[in-house]
């Protein structure tokens, strides 16, 4: 299979680099590259093209206004050298999101999941394939690094008052400290899976089994199970709600 691809940014020392990064795929077919988005229209709606990558700084249009008039089937991958972007480009539901300086691994990995995607049964090119072709990932702001992640890979944060920051603890074990400035609206933002238990705990609703009526205690499933996690009462009744809902 062989997918076309375009690249769209207003810095000509980056269109250079990914497009010599896009040559040695041999599953890439570099239809062209472009230094605006307002150049690249007329090669995007006159031909087929798979994959766009677009930067999203760019002066007249920006990246993220041109997603939004963007035709199915083709997929969106942001590039930005800015990583806060991220949410934003994942919110209007992009494949995924590169960081300058590119890397070819990073490049290989998108193309990889992407013929992943399209060679899955039952995928085809209707408005909800975006969806359904890969795991929607979600982006999450940690002290280090931006961390880009599935809702299950998520099990719940913690919020420490002495730090004054966010932990995420993901269900491998893993826990990242999350930038500060992080609110708990933020966090309950990025799923409709993830709900809070109390002001100091948002959980992944995926993996909570019951709350225990007397303790209040959330019993996650296992082996999850020997977590201690309780509901204040001003969110016991918001959960009893949510799992009325389900």
């Not at 013929?115 to 999450?140: E, F, H, M, Y």
């Not at 913690?158 to 004054?164: D, F, G, N, P, V």
């Not at 609703?205 to 204040?232: H, K």
Request: charged share 25%.
């Amino acid at each position: 299979m062989i997918l076309n691809c375009v690249i769209v940014d207003d810095e000509p020392l980056a269109v250079e680099l990914l497009a010599s990064y896009a040559r040695k795929i041999p599953f890439l077919n570099l239809v062209g590259t472009f230094h605006s988005a307002a150049a690249s229209i007329k090669t995007i709606r006159e031909k087929t093209v798979d994959l766009l990558f677009l930067d999203i700084q760019m002066p007249e249009l920006s990246g993220m206004e041109y997603a939004k008039i963007i035709n199915e089937p083709t997929k969106i991958v942001f590039t930005t050298a800015f990583s806060q972007y991220a949410v934003d480009g994942y919110r209007i539901n992009a494949f995924d999101y590169l960081l300058k300086p590119y890397k070819q691994k990073e490049l290989d990995d998108i193309i990889d999941r992407l013929l992943d995607a399209k060679s899955a049964p039952g995928v085809g090119t209707n408005s909800n394939d975006r969806q359904c072709a890969a795991p929607r990932k979600i982006a999450v702001q940690a002290v280090s690094e931006l961390l880009l992640l599935t809702v299950e890979e998520i099990l719940y944060t913690e919020y420490h008052k002495t730090a004054r920051t966010w932990r995420l603890c993901l269900t491998n074990g893993s826990e990242y400290q999350l930038r500060k400035g992080t609110s708990a609206d933020d966090i309950l933002r990025l799923h409709p899976a993830l709900v809070r238990v109390s002001s100091s705990c948002i959980v992944n609703l995926n993996y909570l089994s019951a709350v225990e009526n007397t303790t209040q205690r959330c019993r996650l499933c296992a082996p999850f199970d020997n977590q201690e996690i309780y509901a204040s009462r001003r969110y016991f009744s918001k959960l009893k709600e949510k799992f009325e809902m389900l």
